[in-house]
């Protein structure tokens, strides 16, 4: 018996672990491929190209020479290339010694500067490329809403008497003319403008003639995703259920949630939620201290339950053009960027939590999280990792692809490499730093509430 109530645990614990393997070894996949290929382009020999380390699962060898091997340890990868003693690139002086003149040009430590440059630099950059082709795609599948804002499929909801049908395009709500879905600030203000009333009297344009309907909130108390380690997905809700009231007082709109709860300086709140099939249920919810980052720059901290808001419905969407796309997506990895750099800025200072930092248990937990909900969100948190990866190797730290950009970049500087001494130190240095940084990290996890 004690076997099978284990079992729910046990799934959870398989499924958090799959979806962390799965998405860090198509990042490190992504990002080796980033060093063989432009090194191999560059005239660069790649002897093996190992995804994971430790024992050797599975290996062939290509036209080219290259071993490629899937091993035990599926926690990272790496690139080897000839002359190199290890999978950090350190410089191998008795191969390199043996190697005839003609094969040095083949060599990482023997080719020229450029090559180097590129083939080190290819990692991130395949990384935010890998980043940028997945947002594109989810954009480009999910569309844009459409404009006049047009009601796609309704979704389930706590209320009676509505006449709202797909197809329906909103001129108006209670009286107060729709802005353009894309105006903002001017949007959110008209949605708060809204009685707080569970049904509302829409003007809509149906089969050409300009009806009324009755509708609900635009912006109901429902819950369409949810944060991984948050409260909410911790008291196990779900997206679709819709919160009618705290702490006993009945609520219609999503804001007046967001101000409870914001209002709640960490108080418990009791929560009644409604859920499509199931009788309406009681969760307590103790909100949680966030650092949120600011569209001006910096952090604000707020109390937080960790879901997302919804519309009322499905908004009809129109489908992105692939230019638009890439735009979009350029930007969000940029904004990725950005907050990462001013939330690593701000912890530095204090001025944010240091528990902001997540090791690899909590990125584990958040891709088990993330599979949850769906292959979309999977798939989009993924793209948000490699742009994460991606940053993180660029840092000025030996041992990461960053730091060996530097020495490059003294080497273009000075005419020469830095010293065979000098480098054995700064490694040591910089990989003392990287370890001390993960272990930090993962006493985050285990530590931080």
């Avoid at 796609?152 to 209670?174: C, H």
């Avoid at 919160?243 to 009791?270: D, M, R, Y």
């Avoid at 958040?366 to 793209?383: K, L, Y």
Wanted: glycine fraction near 10%; include cysteine.
């Amino acid at each position: 018996m004690e076997i099978l109530t284990s079992l729910p645990q046990f799934g959870n614990l398989f499924l958090t672990l799959l979806a962390f393997v799965v998405a860090l070894s198509v990042i490190v996949a992504v990002h080796e491929y980033g060093h063989y290929i432009v090194g191999r382009w560059s005239g660069i020999k790649a002897e093996v190209f190992s995804l994971g380390f430790g024992p050797v699962l599975f290996s062939r060898m290509d036209r080219h020479g290259t071993r490629w091997q899937i091993a035990a340890l599926p926690f990272g990868g790496f690139v080897k290339f000839l002359g190199d003693a290890d999978a950090a690139s350190g410089k191998d002086g008795a191969a390199m010694a043996a190697l005839p003149p003609e094969r040095l040009r083949q060599t990482m430590h023997g080719a020229p500067l450029w090559a180097r440059t590129a083939t080190v630099a290819a990692g991130p950059v395949f990384n935010f490329i890998l980043s940028i082709i997945i947002f594109s795609a989810v954009m480009m599948t999910g569309g844009k809403t459409a404009d006049p804002l047009t009601v796609g499929a309704l979704k389930p909801l706590p209320v009676e008497g509505i006449t709202l049908e797909p197809g329906d395009r909103v001129l108006s709500v209670e009286g107060m003319p729709l802005p353009d879905v894309a105006a903002g600030e001017v949007y959110d203000d008209m949605i708060d403008a809204l009685p707080r009333e569970a049904l509302l009297r829409y003007t809509v344009e149906r089969a050409g003639r300009e009806i009324e309907a009755m509708g609900p909130q635009l912006m109901p108390p429902l819950i369409s995703g949810l944060a991984p380690q948050s409260a909410a997905f911790a008291a196990d809700l779900e997206a679709g259920d819709v919160i009618t009231a705290i702490n006993g007082t009945p609520i219609v709109a999503f804001e007046e949630l967001k101000v409870v709860v914001e209002g709640s300086n960490g108080a418990p709140l009791a929560l009644t939620v409604w859920r499509e099939g199931d009788e309406s249920h009681e969760v307590t919810i103790t909100p949680r201290r966030v650092d949120e980052p600011q569209p001006e720059g910096g952090f604000r901290t707020e109390w937080r339950i960790g879901i997302a808001g919804g519309m009322a419905f499905e908004p009809a969407t129109e489908r992105l053009g692939l230019i638009e796309a890439v735009g979009d997506a350029v930007g969000q990895t940029g904004d990725i960027i950005q907050s990462s750099l001013s939330g690593l800025y701000h912890m530095i200072t204090g001025a944010i939590s240091s528990c902001n930092m997540s090791g690899p248990i909590g990125i584990a937990q958040v891709s088990g999280a993330m599979a949850s909900q769906g292959a979309e969100s999977f798939i989009w948190f993924i793209a948000v990792l490699s742009t994460a990866v991606g940053l993180l190797n660029l840092f000025p730290v030996p041992v990461l692809d960053g730091g060996h950009l530097v020495f490059y970049a003294y080497e273009a500087v000075s005419g020469r490499p830095p010293s065979e001494r000098a480098l054995r130190v700064l490694m040591t240095v910089g990989l003392t730093l990287i370890l001390s940084l993960m272990l930090f990290a993962l006493f985050n996890d285990i530590f931080c509430p």
